[in-house]
């Protein structure tokens, strides 16, 4: 028996490294996606008014919308299958479902959006070659998500980043050069991405070596049977989360019109797009390696533990000074049309820290495949959010937005933890919490001495952010953590 123990501690260690050793190699393409969200935020502000930033804004949720019900919980499917038919040696059945079922859900989608194509004018406000063009921006980057996710079954971190680097330079690139060129505003940036998303297919095909693998053969009714059952709560699931995210822009765009759909853009990008990409560092390279040792049975929850606590330490610092100085980061990125959006940014992210933890609260319903769990908690928050944003928008305009959204991630993240697996459940680290938070204190006393000598708000951040990680080392020093091995 102690033995046992002793090989399930070292499982254990040698798992939380191996995902920290993929975090790094994960992460150049991490920051390459996060100078590209940001990179774009000045260059399409400057071009594009905010009447067609506003459309591009749209134009993009719907596109968000349409992945979410034909292509990303087929992708999904992908990784956390894939480590159960590598093992059954079926790779070539597996695969050749997927592609099949991915290709099936598109050619539906091209149908059903020829159909119904008059409601999706009227009800989006989007004009008719701007949904024609999103529809077509669909085929590539439906591929691409699949093809990114068997590179994280792979566990192919460095053919990840090199993928992700040269998708964001292409991207900024290529749309530049279409706004410039055809000068048809949003549209413009819309063949610029199917042009670079497109090419970065290509690349992804061979760093997947799919062609190895990839069969023809017939569709296995229980393969695909497996994906629909685990697949379908997921698109559910992330259509509620669409609706938190994505529905107020719809809300605002009815109730306000597009210039202020245009500083949520914004807004959108300093915060989610830039957020999100951030902490996705952590669960892009765990996700995969917790999902084989699941499979292989070993106890992944203080790894779970472990990383959560890392992503507290690391992500609520960059939150706090990313709220105090909202006003000043807008103003550096964007146009100084937009300077209204600063009001959002503290609650949006906020909303995206909360959203970016449940990540790990929620990975116990992937893990035993109780998808339909997820699905109902998000249900839950995601009316909850849609309402909140029809009231609150109408009552206090984008602050009510910004409010709504956090409150919708919040509920979202405390069902997570109140609902549970067994031998799963997140096991919350009071201790690291308390010391965190109380790091926050030196920081709070000088940051009010800091604007009182009125310094730049550059080096008053980077301050902050060393009196943060001080404050940390010395609580360490004197209250290391005592973890029970």
């Avoid at 996060?34 to 008014?49: A, Q, R």
């Avoid at 992945?67 to 992908?78: E, K, M, N, Q, R």
């Avoid at 690391?314 to 937009?338: D, H, Q, R, T, W």
């Avoid at 909360?354 to 319903?365: D, G, V």
């Amino acid at each position: 028996m102690p033995e046992e123990v002793t090989n399930k501690k070292t499982d254990t260690k040698e798992s939380v490294n191996c995902i920290f050793k993929d975090i790094i190699k994960y992460f150049p393409s991490k920051i390459f996606g996060i100078l590209g969200n940001v990179v774009i935020i000045p260059i399409y502000t400057n071009l594009l008014s905010p009447h067609q930033y506003g459309l591009y804004t749209l134009s993009i949720a719907v596109l968000s919308f349409l992945c979410i019900i034909f292509s990303d919980w087929v992708s999904t499917g992908g990784l956390r299958f894939f480590r159960h038919h590598q093992i059954k040696d079926e790779i070539p059945k597996y695969l050749s479902t997927l592609v099949g079922l991915l290709s099936a859900n598109i050619s539906i989608m091209f149908v059903i959006a020829y159909i119904f194509r008059h409601n999706f004018y009227e009800y989006f406000k989007i004009p008719a070659e701007m949904f024609f063009a999103i529809l077509l921006l669909m085929i590539p980057v439906a591929i691409r998500a699949l093809l990114f996710q068997l590179l994280r079954a792979q566990i192919k971190p460095a053919a990840f980043t090199v993928s992700t680097i040269i998708n964001q330079v292409l991207t900024v690139v290529i749309a530049v050069a279409a706004i410039k060129i055809y000068n048809l505003g949003a549209i413009s940036v819309l063949i610029g991405m199917g042009i670079s998303i497109s090419l970065i297919d290509i690349i992804l095909l061979f760093q997947c070596n799919i062609f190895s693998y990839l069969k023809i053969e017939k569709l296995q009714v229980d393969i695909l049977s497996s994906l629909y059952r685990y697949g379908l709560p997921l698109a559910v699931t992330s259509v509620s989360l669409w609706i938190i995210t994505q529905s107020n822009k719809f809300i605002l765009q009815h109730l306000k019109g597009y210039v202020e759909v245009g500083y949520v853009g914004v807004a959108y990008g300093i915060t989610f797009s830039a957020l999100m990409t951030l902490f996705s560092a952590i669960t892009i390279a765990a996700v995969p390696r917790i999902i084989n040792l699941y499979e292989d049975g070993i106890n992944v929850r203080p790894i779970i533990s472990r990383l959560t606590e890392f992503f507290m330490l690391a992500g609520l610092p960059v939150i706090v000074l990313m709220s105090l100085y909202s006003k000043e980061i807008v103003l550096l990125l964007a146009n100084k049309s937009f300077a209204g959006a600063y009001v959002l940014v503290p609650y949006l992210a906020f909303s995206a820290f909360f959203l970016s933890f449940a990540e790990y609260t929620t990975l116990q319903y992937h893990l035993v495949k109780k998808t339909y769990i997820d699905t109902i908690i998000r249900v839950i928050s995601g009316i909850t959010g849609i309402l909140l944003n029809i009231i609150l928008i109408m009552k206090l305009g984008l602050i009510g937005l910004g409010i709504a959204t956090l409150l919708g991630n919040i509920l979202y993240f405390v069902l997570s933890v109140i609902i549970t697996v067994p031998d799963l459940k997140w096991d919350i680290p009071y201790a690291k919490i308390f010391k965190i938070l109380f790091c926050f204190v030196p920081v709070g006393i000088f940051y009010v001495i800091f604007r009182k000598l009125q310094m730049h708000y550059g080096v008053q951040m980077l301050l902050l952010s060393l009196i943060y990680a001080y404050t940390y080392a010395v609580i360490q020093k004197f209250f290391p953590d005592a973890y029970v091995e």
